[in-house]
């Protein structure tokens, strides 16, 4: 099947700093890439739409200037959380959609833990 | 917009119980459903999908649901339990190729 994967797994990380954590589809395109979060005991929250070659689509109440969001190949996206603060602690999931249809299955990666302290 | 409930936030099961987890969504439109299992430590894995066809879906390790229009839901089910099948479980809907997840059920199957 498609794999997904993340880097890093889990990160700790100072106040005021910024992380980079990558999404890449390892054995497909994806033109489409999800970013989610999800807090403990609690459900994936979709972030934002990254589309490769053009800007995220953020959801509402996601501070597009936080979480910058950048899909330059069909393979790769980041998610750069910047000046990182302890209430950004959570789980950070990315999926990858082959293909163009909506009609596809997304292929998720191991998510990301960070912890800002 | 697109919502996904799901009613049972934990349940707690003796293995070889059946198992039937509640979904429901909000928009009557073309849909498609999802079931995915997260257990403890690991990543979110399909267990099963339903995009056309017929409604009831058969996935992996035994699990199957049912898609009824009329009631807007897709509960999952599985006829008998085991402990490996304590995790975490979600229901999610693809609106626009991006993904509504419902809160989470979390299953607890005691030996």
């Known amino acids: 099947g498609a794999v997904v994967s993340q880097h890093p797994s889990w990160v700790i990380c100072k106040s005021g700093t910024s992380v980079k954590i990558e999404c890449r589809s390892l054995?497909?395109?994806?033109?489409?890439m999800f970013w989610y979060r999800q807090f403990p005991k609690q459900s994936l929250m979709l972030m934002a739409t990254s589309n490769e070659g053009s800007k995220a689509t953020y959801e509402q109440g996601v501070e597009k200037d936080k979480f910058l969001i950048n899909h330059a190949s069909l393979t790769l996206s980041t998610l750069t959380v910047t000046s990182a603060h302890p209430e950004d602690s959570s789980f950070y999931i990315c999926?990858?959609?082959?293909?163009?249809?909506?009609?596809?299955?997304?292929?998720f990666g191991q998510g990301t833990r960070l912890t800002v302290v | 917009a697109q919502s996904v409930s799901q009613h049972n936030h934990h349940v707690i099961l003796s293995e070889a119980a059946s198992l039937e987890l509640g979904c429901n969504y909000s928009?009557?439109?073309?849909?498609?459903l999802f079931w995915y299992v997260q257990y403890p430590g690991q990543h979110l894995q399909l267990l099963l999908k339903y995009f056309s066809g017929d409604p009831l879906v058969k996935g992996i390790k035994g699990f199957e649901a049912e898609f009824i229009k009329s009631k807007f839901s897709f509960n999952l089910r599985k006829p008998s339990v085991q402990w490996s099948d304590t995790a975490e479980y979600f229901c999610?809907?693809?609106?626009?190729?991006?993904?509504?997840f419902g809160q989470g059920t979390e299953l607890s199957v005691k030996p």
């Open positions: 999926s990858a959609l082959p293909g163009q249809g909506v009609n596809t299955e997304a292929f």
């Open positions: 928009y009557g439109g073309t849909v498609n």
């Open positions: 054995d497909f395109q994806a033109t489409t």
């Open positions: 999610a809907v693809n609106q626009g190729g991006k993904l509504i």
